[in-house]
Each structure stands twice: as C-alpha cells, then as structure tokens.
C-alpha cells in the first residue's frame, strides 16, 4: 500500500474521479480513505460525533469553536457526504417541518474517530516536543547554510 499525504481531502465521486486522472497514484482507495478521514474538517466532526449525534448546525459550531475557525457550510456539507459514502457517517433525515437531518458515526466511523481522537491527543501531548525538534531543525539549517543564517530565516517566513 502506498499512502501519501498529498493534497487535501475529496469531496465525493466527482473529486475522487477527478485526482486519479490528475495523478495516478491517488487510485490506492486506503490513501483515500486516509485523507478522508484526517483531512481538516473530516478529523474534527469525526471527533465531535463520537459524543453525541448533531444536527448539522450544531456540528458547524462544535467545529468552529474547536478550531477556532468557522466550517463553511459547504465545506461540513462536502465532509459529511464523503463520510458518509465511506460508511464513516450515518445521515437520518427526518420528514418533518422544517426538515430535521441529525448525523451520527456508523460502527466503522466509530472505529475510524477513536483512532483518529487518540492521534489528535498523541499530537496535544507531545506538541512541545514537536517544537523542540523543530526548532533543533530550523538551527541546525541555519547553522549549515552556505549563505548564512539569514537566508534560511527569510525564506522560511
């Protein structure tokens, strides 16, 4: 399996169709799953999810204050419909007026969200160690540059 973290997540068949024509590689359906399920938004609602089921209001602003960043609604929309073709996310529309439409995790994208809640407290717990590393990197770069430690900084900028 080759996996790749490449690009952002799909939104659907029409997207799908289109990266594979763009690049070959992207056929591997476990890359694409895998960046379904830890794209941007597609990591948060999985989270948000393993609480409780939302209507899409809710999960937008679950999401927003979790990120600290609005989901545009087409975003969450195109998120939440690629979940679900997956088997990640069940969609119940109720027929009721207005229209009530609550989502919630099948048992796969309850699977699916523990892994990724255990990836996303691993990054929140070693987060200053990341940083370190970082930081070692970036000198270590400076340091060994040909032209001096002031190039690598403005082009990190």
């Known amino acids: ?13 029409a997207a799908d169709a289109a990266r594979r024509a763009a690049d070959p590689v992207a056929v591997c359906p476990y890359r694409l799953v895998l960046e379904h399920v830890t794209s941007r938004w597609g990591v948060l609602a999985l989270i948000e999810l393993l609480e409780r089921p939302h209507r ?9 204050k979790v990120s600290g960043r ?35 995790l099948t048992d796969l994208g ?7 809640r255990t990836l996303a407290r691993w990054t929140e717990h070693r ?4 940083e370190r590393a970082r930081r070692a990197y970036d000198e270590a770069r400076a340091a060994n540059s040909p032209r001096g430690p002031g190039l690598v900084n403005r082009v990190q900028r």
Not at 1 to 13: D, F, P, Q
Not at 127 to 130: H, K, L
Request: proline letters at 6%; charged letters at 30%.
């Open 1 to 13: 399996m080759t996996v790749s973290m490449r690009g952002t997540a799909s939104t659907g068949k």
């Open 56 to 64: 899409f209001s809710e999960l937008r602003r679950a999401i927003g």
């Open 70 to 104: 609005p989901v545009s609604e087409k975003m969450l929309t195109q998120t939440l419909q690629t979940l679900e073709r997956d088997g990640l996310v069940h969609r119940d529309a109720k027929p009721v007026i207005p229209p009530r439409v609550d989502y919630s």
């Open 110 to 116: 309850r699977e699916a969200a523990e892994q990724v």
């Open 127 to 130: 987060m200053a160690d990341v």
